[in-house]
Every structure is written in C-alpha cells, then in structure tokens.
T-cell receptor, first 109, second 113 residues
Framework: QKEVEQNSGPLSVPEGAIASLNCTYSDRGSQSFFWYRQYSGKSPELIMFIYSNGDKEDGRFTAQLNKASQYVSLLIRDSQPSDSATYLC?????????FGPGTRLSVLP | EPEVTQTPSHQVTQMGQEVILRCVPISNHLYFYWYRQILGQKVEFLVSFYNNEISEKSEIFDDQFSVERPDGSNFTLKIRSTKLEDSAMYFCASMGQAPNEQFFGPGTRLTVL
C-alpha cells in the first residue's frame, strides 16, 4: 500500500515569515511529486511539481526533493494571509497518484 | 482563460441508482483524471485516461465504475449502483503536454441516500 504522509497541522506562521511544509512517501519507485493548494470547499490547484532531487523555485515557492530520504517539502516565502489553505502533497508513479491528507496552513496577519 | 467544467454541481441519488458525472476538460489537453474526496478526508485517485483508454486505475475503481469520452469533448464517470460510501466530492482534472498545465474542475458533490 503506497502511503503519503503529511503533518495535518494546523501550521500557523506570521505574515511575512517562511512556511515549511513536509511530506514523506513510502514508494521508492515514485517518479513525480506535486504540491497543491486547496481552499476550503474548493478544488485543488497545482502550485509546484518536481521530478529530480534538489530544489525548484517558482516565485515565492520552493519545492525540495530528496529521493534517498523519500521526502519532499514546500517552502513558502513571505507568507500572506491569502496563503492560508490546506496544502496537499501528491506522489505519482506513471499516471497513478497518491495524495497525502494535507497540511492546513494559517498565516496570521 | 480555459477551464475544466463539471456538471452537475450537486447530485442527490438513492442507493442502488446509477449516476453519470460529466466533465468538459480543456480542449487541447491529453490526459484526463477522476478523483474523489470524501468530506474531511484526502483526495483519492480513481482513474487516468489517455488516448481514449484507461491508462491507470486505483483499487477504488472497481467494476461499479466506468469512464468514457463519448464525443471528444465530454469525459464522464459512471457509477452503476451507488452505495452510501460513494458520497463524496468528485473532481475531474485534465493535463496538457506539461505537468504545469494541470487543472481541476470545481467538482460534483454526490450524495447517496
């Protein structure tokens, strides 16, 4: 059974701080790694994807992947109240994806 | 801006009835997906569809479920005989050539009574 684990939170950070979200996965054969943001009552929205070990930056977001440790993280710099949402980690093997339970982030003004 | 649309937004049905959930993916996208999310729980992958056939499916996607792309634009999920535990939000998603061209529809809330 492939598992993706995330701390459910809530993770509270002050406005302007860096939010760090973490995810671990069980299947060493996983090839693709995604971070989604889901506002309450809404559908997931893709923020970042990463395939290779290391860091990938897009604006205020940085995804970090360490396949040896089976660990993927998302850093959000200069956090804004509008970033308050649930962040979903998803891990793919081909076109089959396993989602984590999500981490609820609260950015305090 | 192109978007994925889903109909209906809310479907209420009796246990044992068949339901068809409809999705219109973004027109030039190649990959299509169905996911479900039971209230308060994680998103679960059901099925992926490429080149007019299923490419992957999860354990949840049993014989009660089927998908079709009947006319080159719509993408449907059929549940033949609904159970109470099928009550969930069902999301359709489509993806283009690149992974960042991936968009979810707004979802259909299915309530089985």
């Amino acid at each position: 059974q492939k598992e993706v684990e995330q701390n459910s939170g809530p993770l509270s950070v002050p406005e302007g701080a860096i939010a760090s979200l973490n995810c671990t996965y069980s299947d060493r054969g996983s090839q693709s790694f995604f971070w989604y943001r889901q506002y309450s009552g809404k559908s997931p929205e893709l923020i970042m994807f990463i395939y290779s070990n290391g860091d990938k930056e897009d604006g205020r977001f940085t995804a970090q992947l360490n396949k040896a440790s089976q660990y993927v993280s998302l850093l959000i710099r200069d956090s804004q109240p509008s970033d308050s949402a649930t962040y979903l980690c998803a891990v793919g093997d081909g076109q089959n994806f396993v989602f984590g339970p999500g981490t609820r982030l609260s950015v305090l003004p | 801006e192109p978007e994925v649309t889903q109909t209906p937004s809310h479907q209420v049905t009796q246990m044992g009835q068949e339901v068809i959930l409809r999705c219109v993916p973004i027109s030039n996208h190649l990959y299509f997906y169905w996911y479900r999310q039971i209230l308060g729980q994680k998103v679960e992958f059901l099925v992926s569809f490429y080149n007019n056939e299923i490419s992957e499916k999860s354990e949840i996607f049993d014989d009660q479920f089927s998908v079709e792309r009947p006319d080159g634009s719509n993408f449907t999920l059929k549940i033949r005989s609904t159970k109470l535990e099928d009550s969930a939000m069902y999301f359709c998603a489509s993806m283009g050539q690149a992974p960042n061209e991936q968009f979810f529809g707004p979802g259909t809330r299915l309530t089985v009574l």
